[in-house]
Structures are given as structure tokens and as C-alpha cells.
């Protein structure tokens, strides 16, 4: 009977202690804050994918509603597009694209022209095809923040497709504001 009494003893004593946790100190979250530059849900923003689903809104004109390769959209003669920004210091104009190789056999070297609220931010020859990035600082005059925002760009040279004739410029991945 003792014996059974110090078991008894043992299982309470044991299911007590394992009952027993040490509770880890509790923390208040983060301070929440917005970005610099957000983009309007559902809206314009301030940069965009041309695979991004709300990428129609901000085509103006001379842009593909196509999307290629699930990555990018072919761009015509002079493609415009149209941001919301919120603010419009140290803001730089950036475009990812490329200059395919197959096109680039027939035109050669193209020029391009870049473009925002109607003034030229830049002149840029293309030696080379392949992915491109342009990137350059736009003085704070030239933006809004009270209006949309237009860039857009021209190329001296487009592809003429041998088969139908379709006139292409260049395909765009990526165009906006960044800071």
C-alpha cells in the first residue's frame, strides 16, 4: 500500500511540474507606416509592370492591350502613358525594355526619345539589341502632384514585320517613377 501511495505521488508530482511553462513576454507591434510613395489602390501608381492587371489604366495610347510572354506589352511608334505621383523630389524616370535581336537585324541601331509632360528628358542611341534600363532624374518642375503624370517615349526606327507588315517599336517590361 505504501508503495502505491509513493507512486501516486510520483505521477502527481510529475503531471504538477509539467504543467508548469514559462510564459514568454509579450511585445507591442511594430509602428505601422506608409510608404513614401504608395500606390492608389485600384488607381494609377507611380511605377507599374506591364504584366500588373491594372497596367490598362495607365496606357494612353500606342501600347499593345496584349500581354507577351506573360511579361511585356509591344510599344508602336511613340508609346504614352499616364502616373499618379504623390510627391516629385529626387524622382527618377525609369523603363525597363529590350531591343530584340531579330528586329534590331533590320533597323539597326535605333534611337530613342524620352519624354515626360512634353519635355525631353533624354536622347538615347542603341548600339546593341538585348534588355535595356533607362534611367534618369527628372527635375522636380516638370511633375505633378495635383495632375497625372504623362511619359512617353519615341523611336526613330521600327521593325517591319516581313509577313504582314505590322509595324512594331520595342517590347517594355517595366516604366515609372522611382526614388
Known amino acids: 500500500m505504501l508503495h502505491r501511495v509513493w507512486v501516486w505521488l510520483a505521477v502527481v508530482t510529475v503531471l504538477t511540474l509539467s504543467g508548469c511553462v514559462n510564459i514568454p513576454d509579450s511585445y507591442a507591434p511594430p509602428i505601422q507606416r506608409k510608404p513614401l510613395t504608395a500606390p492608389q ?10 504584366n500588373d492587371p491594372n497596367v490598362l489604366a ?26 499618379a505621383l504623390t510627391s516629385t523630389t529626387h524622382l527618377k524616370f525609369v523603363m525597363d525594355f529590350a531591343l530584340p535581336a531579330a528586329n534590331f537585324e533590320q533597323t539597326g541601331p535605333v534611337t530613342i526619345s524620352f519624354y515626360v509632360n512634353d519635355h525631353l528628358l533624354d536622347r538615347v542611341r542603341y548600339d546593341t539589341p538585348g534588355r535595356k534600363t533607362f534611367e534618369k532624374e527628372v527635375p522636380a518642375e516638370w511633375l505633378r502632384t495635383d495632375a497625372l503624370t504623362l ?27 522611382i526614388e
Open 58 to 83: 495607365h496606357i494612353v495610347r500606342d501600347i499593345s492591350p496584349n500581354l507577351e510572354g506573360g511579361v511585356f506589352r509591344w510599344a508602336y511608334r511613340r508609346p504614352e502613358m499616364r502616373f
Open 41 to 50: 489602390p485600384g488607381g494609377l501608381s507611380h511605377i507599374i509592370n506591364m
Open 151 to 177: 511619359v512617353a517615349t519615341e523611336i526613330d526606327k521600327m521593325y517591319v514585320s516581313p509577313q504582314d507588315g505590322t509595324k512594331l517599336g520595342f517590347p517594355i517590361i517595366r516604366v515609372g517613377f
